[in-house]
Every structure is written in C-alpha cells, then in structure tokens.
C-alpha cells in the first residue's frame, strides 16, 4: 500500500500568486499509486448497485474510466458547453467572478438509474453539485460523490448537503 | 465480442454545418465496449515493453487511464497550455486556420522510457504528431500511437510517417 498523500505535488503560485496547486499528475505516473486510487475511490460504495461511472472534464475522466472498468460499467462525461454533440442538458455553477456551465448529454442517464459521480478534486463543491443536477434532471439516483483530493479550507461539503462524499486525502491549507 | 463500430453515432452537423460527426460516447456508456475498446487498442502492442500510457486531453484521458492500468504502467497528460502546474514543454501544431499547443509536464517522461500514446481519434494528425515529438523532446522512445477512431478521408497518416499507428475502426467520409 503506498501512502498517496506523499505522492501529490505541491506546486506554490499556480494558477496565480499565492495559490497551493495540489498536483496529481504525480501520483497518476506512478502505476501502484493510479490503482490504488482507483479502488480506494470505489471503496465505500463497494457492494452497492452503481450502474455507470460520470466523470467530470478533464482530470476526472482519467480515473473515472479506470473505475467503469473495475466496476464493468459504462461510463458518461459531465462537460464544458459545446464539446457534447448530440443532444445535452445544462447546469450552471457560481465561481468566485461570474459563473461556469457544465453540460451532459440526455440520453447519458436513464431514469432510475445509480450513478457515482468521478472527479479529482473537491474545492468549492460547484461543479460536483451541477454534476449531481445534472443526474437528477435526467431521472437518475447520485449514488455518491468521489475525488482524490479535498481540500477542507473550502466549503465543499457546504455546497453538497445530504450527499455521500468521499475523498482519499484532504489538505486543510493553501 | 461486440461490433464497436455499431457503437459510434453519427451525429450530423457538428461542430459545424455539414460535418458528421463521429460520437464516442455511445461506445464508452455501454460496459463491454468500454472494456474491449481498452483491450482491443492495446493488442498489436502487447508483448512490447511499454514504461507508460501517454494521453491527449481530453477524451484520450478516458481510454488513456484504463489501458495504463491495464498495463499496470503510470499515466501521463499531454494538456492545453496552462493546465499543467509544474515544469512544462511545449509543441505547437497547425489547425485548419492558425495554431495550437499542446504540453507536457519536464518529468513526465524519463530518458529511455517507451511510450504508447492514447487518443480517441486521429483525423488530421497534428496533435498526435506534437505529442510524440514532445516525448522525445524529453528522451522517450514512442512505441506508438492508438486510437479508437481513425477518419481515413483525412491525411492523419501522412503526418504521422513511420510511426505506428493503430485504431478500431476506419470512418472514410463526413
């Protein structure tokens, strides 16, 4: 077992001044290190009924495909408008200034469906909680939320109450 | 054994009047596919000592990530400019009207390490082309290059001379 912690990267002033970047593509390159994250993500839904893995664009797509496979599910894109081609439906989020979009196509989910939402990281919570709209308009069941990283020092888990979160690391600093 | 060509959908008119465009994500929701999808890209390079599975953002992150782990090999990004956090390098390419970039983290590759680069679709060729130079930029060896879908209407191949090339499945018209 290796300790993932330690093979996150922090990279100070990205992506501007001041900033604590929590690098992942550190543990990604090292290949015990990219299983294990895959299977601790899945841990405490192990046993449970998940029909299909949705990732988040981009870093969440890495380890969302690997945990469709583990599981032998499909797997279904969350992504930045205009990039889905056939027909999507559409969530905003609020960032710091303005606010973002994230689009799923509609016939990603079917109703009644368990769905476990895949990203790398849990910072604000926005984005994993237009993920979870998304799922829900479509009739589908959020099963859960699952990332690599938390970062604490940010009201993630405050943007997604009553949801089953899950993360393998947190870091309560910038 | 599933027909995966069945599993792609034409999706006419995007991004743009007259273009057909060629939908992954019906293959990626369906579980068998995805896994032999995975499977299938990595067949004519078995046997070959492969040190990492390199990705092209960002739908190659999907199939990049199951095929590393498959290998029990690490994974390593190619990104759009001033995604990446840490030390990066840099390749520019041409697109129908102008340039774009594509980068790579410095310690992404190591001197000597053989690389196989994952993409889900080779069309014009030039992304697929600044990737393997940015490996040997840094010392690595390409293995080659797969992809799910190849568009043969399209000089991918021309820009891509003496590597090898792989890809499920062959889209010869718009």
Same mark, same amino acid.
């Given at each position: 077992?290796? #300790?993932?912690k330690?093979?996150?990267? &922090?990279?100070?002033?990205?992506?501007?001044?001041?900033?604590?970047?929590y690098?992942?593509?550190?543990?990604?390159?090292? !290949?015990? &290190?990219?299983k294990?994250?895959a299977?601790?993500?899945? +841990?405490?839904?192990?046993?449970?009924?998940?029909?299909?893995?949705?990732?988040?664009?981009?870093? *969440?797509?890495i380890? &969302?495909?690997?945990?469709?496979?583990?599981?032998?599910?499909?797997?279904?894109?969350?992504r930045k408008?205009?990039?889905l081609?056939?027909?999507?439906?559409? +969530?905003?989020?609020?960032?710091?200034?303005?606010?973002?979009? /994230?689009?799923?196509?509609?016939?990603?989910?079917s !109703? *009644?469906?368990?769905?476990?939402?895949?990203?790398?990281?849990?910072?604000t919570?926005g984005t994993?909680a237009?993920?979870?709209?998304?799922?829900?308009? /479509?009739?589908?069941v959020?099963?859960?939320c699952?990332?690599?990283?938390?970062?604490t020092?940010? !009201?993630g888990?405050?943007? /997604?109450?009553?949801?089953?979160l899950?993360a393998?690391?947190?870091? #309560?600093h910038?």
């Amino acid at each position: 077992m290796k #300790d993932l912690k330690a093979l996150i990267r &922090g990279v100070p002033d990205f992506p501007k001044k001041g900033i604590l970047f929590y690098d992942i593509t550190t543990l990604l390159k090292d !290949p015990e &290190g990219l299983k294990q994250a895959a299977r601790e993500m899945l +841990e405490p839904f192990k046993g449970e009924r998940i029909d299909k893995i949705a990732a988040i664009e981009s870093r *969440g797509f890495i380890l &969302g495909g690997i945990i469709a496979c583990e599981l032998g599910v499909g797997f279904v894109p969350f992504r930045k408008p205009g990039k889905l081609p056939a027909q999507t439906i559409r +969530e905003e989020y609020t960032l710091e200034y303005g606010t973002d979009c /994230l689009e799923m196509h509609r016939d990603a989910v079917s !109703p *009644g469906e368990r769905i476990l939402v895949v990203d790398d990281l849990l910072a604000t919570g926005g984005t994993a909680a237009a993920a979870c709209r998304l799922v829900e308009k /479509l009739g589908g069941v959020v099963v859960g939320c699952t990332f690599i990283v938390e970062l604490t020092f940010l !009201p993630g888990r405050q943007a /997604l109450p009553g949801r089953r979160l899950h993360a393998l690391m947190e870091f #309560d600093h910038e």
